[in-house]
């Protein structure tokens, strides 16, 4: 019987949707319907088990899975947090579910640096790296553990601060809280234990990473097709990212020439302008759906 590899993901939640369509578009077919704790993949030996992201460091760990898909910040806290060494360490950075723990003190409370937080009360979920980072600047303060809507805490008078994850900074803003220090910047990640697989699921599990690699940089990497003036070739290649060999195909009978190029980062409007402003014509700018290098 083929051995199939398990790959841990959050059930539900801001990590699951971009994990589930990271994984379909390495080519894995599946469903997810609600209940099931587990999905199987139909077109490859691979099943998903889907959790909790706080349970997937230590199921990664403890062998109920081999792999697992979750936040820096939930590794790092449960390594952090756990009676016994984790046995769960990152295999490969994903890009995605990108947010920062911070450090942040309502206007009022006069806290702006963490010099400041001395013998105050700081509100968080991430009691370990919090922890840690007192420990580390030798900070005398109290932690304040909540399960949740740690932003609410300062306007209800339990911490001074707070100690909670940003992303667009909305959060904040609406409870009257600025940010002062980040203690750690997160991104999902592919974590795996120590243990050695079998040579089947070790070769499953290299394939799935190249798949996984060339999904990311696909989705960094951009086609781009012009014409321009054979004499300004030189300075247009100057500002395509990462591209450093352009295909560049004459134009029967003008000066033109047609350019083509991969470049390996983002485009943006101000560069589309500086190379129109280069002489460059009929700029495209495509998405490359796979790539394998
Ligand atoms: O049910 P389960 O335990 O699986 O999920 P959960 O509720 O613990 O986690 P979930 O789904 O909220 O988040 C999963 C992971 O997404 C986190 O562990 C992070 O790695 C990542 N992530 C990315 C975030 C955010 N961005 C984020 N903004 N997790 C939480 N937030 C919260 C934050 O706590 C705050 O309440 O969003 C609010 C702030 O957002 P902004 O945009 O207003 O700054
Ligand atoms: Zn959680």
Not at 99 to 109: E, T
Request: proline share 3%; glycine share 8%; aromatic share 4%.
């Amino acid at each position: 019987m083929t051995e199939r590899l398990r790959i841990a993901l959050q059930k539900k939640g801001r990590l699951a949707d971009d994990s589930f369509a990271l994984l379909k578009k390495c080519g894995l077919r599946f469903a997810i319907r609600g209940g099931g704790l587990l999905a199987r993949v139909k077109n490859m030996p691979i099943d998903l088990l889907l959790v909790r992201d706080d349970d997937i460091p230590s199921f990664v760990a403890n062998d109920a899975s081999d792999i697992g898909i979750v936040g820096e910040n939930v590794l790092v806290e449960e390594q952090l947090v756990a009676k016994d060494k984790l046995d769960a360490e990152i295999t490969m950075r994903l890009g995605f579910s990108r947010c920062k723990l911070c450090l942040a003190a309502s206007d009022v409370s006069g806290i702006t640096a963490s010099s400041q937080l001395e013998g105050t009360r700081i509100a968080t979920t991430y009691p370990g790296v919090l922890g840690k980072f007192l420990k580390d600047q030798g900070i005398k303060a109290k932690s304040v553990e909540m399960k949740g809507a740690v932003e609410l805490a300062p306007s209800i008078g339990i911490a001074e601060s707070i100690c909670d994850l940003v992303s667009s900074g909305a959060t904040l803003e609406a409870n009257g809280l600025t940010a002062f220090e980040t203690i750690l910047e997160s991104e999902a990640v592919l974590i795996q234990s120590g243990r050695t697989l079998s040579p089947e699921k070790q070769a499953l599990l290299a394939k799935l990473m190249r798949r996984i690699d060339g999904v990311i940089k696909s989705s960094e990497t951009k086609y781009i097709m012009l014409n321009a003036p054979k004499d300004k070739v030189a300075a247009i290649t100057e500002l395509l990212p990462g591209s450093d060999a352009p295909t560049i195909i004459p134009l029967a009978g003008s000066d033109l020439v047609a350019l083509q190029a991969v470049c390996t980062e983002n485009i943006f409007w101000e560069t589309l302008e500086d190379l129109k402003a280069l002489g460059a014509r009929a700029i495209l700018v495509l998405p490359i759906e796979k790539m394998m290098s």
